[in-house]
């Protein structure tokens, strides 16, 4: 493909870049990829991959679009692995948490009414004893825990390798340099959050440093965990990953240290089955938060033909096929759908 046969350049090869490439290209759009770094060379490379819901109450834009896009994972990773040949390691596992006290069962049974009307019959979210799951249990005071069918895994490493593949099988482009043409759509993550913090005078977001470790022990069929703060994630490789932490104020971006010790002993104090489990990796990277804790969708403001997809921070993976959808929309269309909140018009004008 020559640079005048592009019809939109994405720049940045992490989960927003190569979703958003994916869907430019199945409207029959010609896409390159331009990354220096590799595919999810930033926080979009990570381990963890817990794609899991906001709480079913207090509902807003941010929670209905998080919601429509948990529910079109399932096909979007199902076509991402049939045109690459790659599993990306998705599964809607579900997810269980432990309930502290009788305060905490009460909310969760009042949040449970929640999900039954407002996630549309597509997944529950119920009060259990966790029967069956033996030792993978978290420790509960009240015996007793949150179970959603909502939440699902995802590898992010073979998410972004899968997508890649599938990108380039379908014509399209992922290099490292290349000159761009047509619609181009910035999504540099931590770094390009900077440049626009100095390209508008303003704080629009910044990165916050995230560490996680992986364990060797096969879980793959088994729910995610959240307790004490940590995230449990089995794999389909027969992993477990688990993390992590968010730190504002760092000096190495890319090392790991007693904050993660922390989280993995918290992690092995709560569940039985990590106790023995062997640490085989440590990881740590910036993701990238917008100011508004939402995803900064649309237009950059005066540069015409230039667009703005950023600010996943911890929920990138999850909202990934619904940006992709609607930036698609408004690049190849010009029909915006980005939700208030989300808003680059918003944010940066």
Same mark, same amino acid.
């Given at each position: 493909?020559?640079?005048?046969?592009?019809?939109?350049?994405?720049?940045?090869?992490?989960?927003?870049? @190569?979703?958003?490439?994916?869907?430019?290209?199945?409207?029959?759009?010609?896409?390159?990829?331009?990354?220096?770094?590799?595919?999810?060379?930033?926080?979009?490379?990570?381990?963890?991959?817990?794609?899991?819901?906001?709480?079913?109450?207090?509902?807003?834009?941010?929670?209905?679009?998080?919601?429509?896009?948990?529910?079109?994972?399932?096909?979007?990773?199902?076509?991402?692995?049939?045109?690459?040949?790659?599993?990306?390691?998705?599964?809607?596992?579900?997810?269980?948490?432990?309930?502290?006290?009788?305060?905490?069962?009460?909310?969760?049974?009042?949040?449970?009414?929640?999900?039954?009307?407002?996630?549309?019959?597509?997944?529950?979210?119920?009060?259990?004893?966790?029967?069956?799951?033996?030792d993978w249990r978290p420790v509960s005071p009240t015996g007793l825990y949150v179970l959603d069918t909502l939440t699902a895994r995802m590898h992010p490493r073979q998410a972004c390798a899968a997508l890649a593949a599938a990108i380039v099988a379908r014509g399209g482009e992922v290099v490292a340099e290349g000159a761009e043409a047509g619609a181009v759509v910035h999504a540099t993550g931590a770094q390009g959050l900077e440049a626009l913090n100095v390209a508008f005078g303003r704080?629009?977001?910044?990165?916050?440093?995230?560490?996680?470790?992986?364990?060797?022990?096969?879980?793959?069929?088994?729910?995610?965990?959240?307790?004490?703060?940590?995230?449990?994630?089995?794999?389909?490789?027969?992993?477990?990953?688990?993390?992590?932490?968010?730190?504002?104020?760092?000096?190495?971006?890319?090392?790991?240290?007693?904050?993660?010790?922390?989280?993995?002993?918290?992690?092995?104090?709560?569940?039985?089955?990590?106790?023995?489990?062997?640490?085989?990796?440590?990881?740590?990277?910036?993701?990238?938060?917008?100011?508004?804790?939402?995803?900064?969708?649309?237009?950059?403001?005066?540069?015409?033909?230039?667009?703005?997809?950023?600010?996943?921070?911890?929920?990138?993976?999850?909202?990934?096929?619904?940006?992709?959808?609607?930036?698609?929309? @408004?690049?190849?269309?010009?029909?915006?759908?980005?939700?208030?909140?989300?808003?680059?018009?918003?944010?940066?004008?």
């Amino acid at each position: 493909m020559g640079a005048g046969g592009c019809d939109v350049t994405i720049r940045g090869a992490g989960i927003f870049g @190569l979703s958003i490439a994916s869907a430019c290209l199945g409207r029959g759009a010609r896409v390159r990829v331009i990354d220096p770094f590799g595919v999810g060379a930033g926080s979009s490379g990570g381990i963890v991959g817990a794609l899991a819901p906001h709480v079913p109450e207090n509902w807003n834009a941010k929670k209905a679009f998080q919601l429509e896009s948990l529910l079109m994972a399932e096909g979007f990773w199902a076509g991402v692995a049939e045109a690459s040949g790659r599993d990306p390691g998705y599964l809607r596992s579900g997810r269980l948490q432990p309930l502290a006290d009788d305060r905490a069962v009460a909310l969760a049974r009042d949040r449970a009414q929640g999900a039954a009307e407002l996630w549309q019959g597509r997944a529950e979210w119920r009060v259990t004893g966790g029967e069956g799951l033996d030792d993978w249990r978290p420790v509960s005071p009240t015996g007793l825990y949150v179970l959603d069918t909502l939440t699902a895994r995802m590898h992010p490493r073979q998410a972004c390798a899968a997508l890649a593949a599938a990108i380039v099988a379908r014509g399209g482009e992922v290099v490292a340099e290349g000159a761009e043409a047509g619609a181009v759509v910035h999504a540099t993550g931590a770094q390009g959050l900077e440049a626009l913090n100095v390209a508008f005078g303003r704080s629009v977001g910044t990165g916050v440093k995230g560490q996680a470790a992986l364990l060797r022990l096969d879980r793959r069929d088994a729910p995610q965990l959240f307790c004490d703060g940590v995230h449990v994630v089995p794999h389909g490789d027969g992993t477990v990953a688990i993390g992590s932490t968010s730190e504002r104020d760092y000096d190495r971006p890319d090392s790991t240290d007693t904050q993660l010790d922390d989280v993995i002993a918290r992690a092995r104090a709560a569940v039985p089955a990590l106790a023995g489990a062997d640490v085989i990796a440590r990881w740590a990277g910036v993701r990238p938060r917008a100011r508004s804790r939402a995803p900064l969708l649309g237009p950059w403001p005066g540069r015409p033909g230039h667009f703005i997809a950023n600010g996943g921070f911890k929920i990138g993976f999850g909202m990934a096929p619904k940006v992709a959808e609607v930036m698609a929309n @408004l690049i190849l269309d010009d029909r915006d759908a980005v939700p208030e909140g989300f808003r680059t018009d918003e944010a940066l004008a």
